[in-house]
Every structure is written in C-alpha cells, then in structure tokens.
T-cell receptor, first 112, second 112 residues
Framework: QQQVKQSPQSLIVQKGGISIINCAYENTAFDYFPWYQQFPGKGPALLIAIRPDVSEKKEGRFTISFNKSAKQFSLHIMDSQPGDSATYFCAASRQGAQKLVFGQGTRLTINP | DAGVTQSPTHLIKTRGQQVTLRCSPKSGHDTVSWYQQALGQGPQFIFQYYEEEERQRGNFPDRFSGHQFPNYSSELNVNALWLGDSALYLC???????????FGPGTRLLVL
C-alpha cells in the first residue's frame, strides 16, 4: 500500500523558472511532512519540512504549500537553477514515530 | 561536527551470503533508523533502534536484523542474501522525540 503518492516522476524546467512537485497522502495520522533532495551517489538531505497547523512555509527559494482537507502538499522551487537538478522526495510521518514514509521521487532537471 | 557516517561505501556479495553494514549517528543523536532504497525508488523503512533495542519495524523479513551499541552506533545485518536485496542502504539518525532525520551517504550493496 503506497501511502504517499508523488508526481510527476520527472520534470524539466528552464533556468529561472518555477519547479512544482506534488504529493498526496492517505493516512490522516501523518503530521510531519519533510522534503528531501538527493544527488546521485549521495544520501537524501533535508530541504524543508511542514506541519499541518500551517498552510505554507518558505525558506529561501523553497516553499511548501499544504492543503490538509485535500491531503496534499507541494514543493515550489522559485528561480530554479542548474544546481537544483536532483531527485526530490516528499515524505510523511506520525508524531513520535520517526518512521518516514517516502514518495516515489521526482527527477528534476533544470536546463541552463 | 561530523554528520552521519556509513561503511563500507560499496559492497559486492553473492546469493546466500551474509552482510553487515555499519552506521555512526550524528553527534548528539541517540536514535538510528535504517532504510532500503532500490534503484529509482524512494527509501523504505526497515527498522529503528533506540536505547539498544529495536523500537519499530517495517515490512521486512527476519533476514534483516540489527544492533545498536552503547555509543549509539548501529549495524544492519542481512542473512541469506537475494538478488532483490541489491539496493542503497541508508542510515538516518535523530534525537528521540524530534522528527528531523539526517541521512548518511549510504552503502551500495550489489548481490550477484
């Protein structure tokens, strides 16, 4: 049972554009939603995370939008740069569980 | 401040063999979680160790076992290796009671 669905699988954006990746979850007990960035041959690195009590969180060029009623959340990368080219994973967990459930990943390519 | 470290970086085994992977958590962290990441997929939770005991387990067979030492470092053991065990094995550390998990670079296991 896939509890976190991520789309699209791959995304190509021009330099300076906005990259948008979407995730949907099923388990209403989830209350922590992080996004991870992974470069080839490396482990995932935490980018930004949000809890359901806020609808949006921004850190630099990265913004998470959260829709609790729709059980969806998304990552927006503003002014996308070639260095942002990587695979991005959304994830979710329940409070205190510290067990992350990951989406399938989105391979993002930023064309110069 | 050293982050999460894992060893070895790469490993090649044959079917039926046994393997041990090692992880040292980030300084100050007391909880270690292990994930399996198949090629092109998101990481999947194997199990979590805290206070030298397995606290949570994902949907993995008993061939997968682990250990945590008094210094919080951890080992993942896989017995009777299958071809399907070929994957990137990731260790993540955290502080008990907090959600943020920091991943190591992973160990790439190839089973022939």
């Amino acid at each position: 049972q896939q509890q976190v669905k991520q789309s699209p699988q791959s995304l190509i954006v021009q330099k300076g554009g906005i990259s948008i990746i979407n995730c949907a979850y099923e388990n209403t007990a989830f209350d922590y939603f992080p996004w991870y960035q992974q470069f080839p041959g490396k482990g995932p690195a935490l980018l930004i995370a949000i809890r359901p009590d806020v609808s949006e969180k921004k850190e630099g060029r990265f913004t998470i939008s959260f829709n609790k009623s729709a059980k969806q959340f998304s990552l927006h990368i503003m002014d996308s740069q070639p260095g942002d080219s990587a695979t991005y994973f959304c994830a979710a967990s329940r409070q205190g569980a510290q067990k992350l459930v990951f989406g399938q990943g989105t391979r993002l390519t930023i064309n110069p | 401040d050293a982050g999460v470290t894992q060893s070895p970086t790469h490993l090649i085994k044959t079917r039926g063999q046994q393997v041990t992977l090692r992880c040292s958590p980030k300084s100050g962290h007391d909880t270690v979680s292990w994930y399996q990441q198949a090629l092109g997929q998101g990481p999947q939770f194997i199990f979590q160790y805290y206070e030298e005991e397995e606290r949570q387990r994902g949907n993995f067979p008993d061939r997968f076992s682990g250990h945590q030492f008094p210094n919080y470092s951890s080992e993942l053991n896989v017995n009777a290796l299958w071809l399907g065990d070929s994957a990137l094995y990731l260790c993540a550390s955290s502080l008990r009671g907090t959600e943020t998990q920091y991943f190591g670079p992973g160990t790439r296991l190839l089973v022939l």
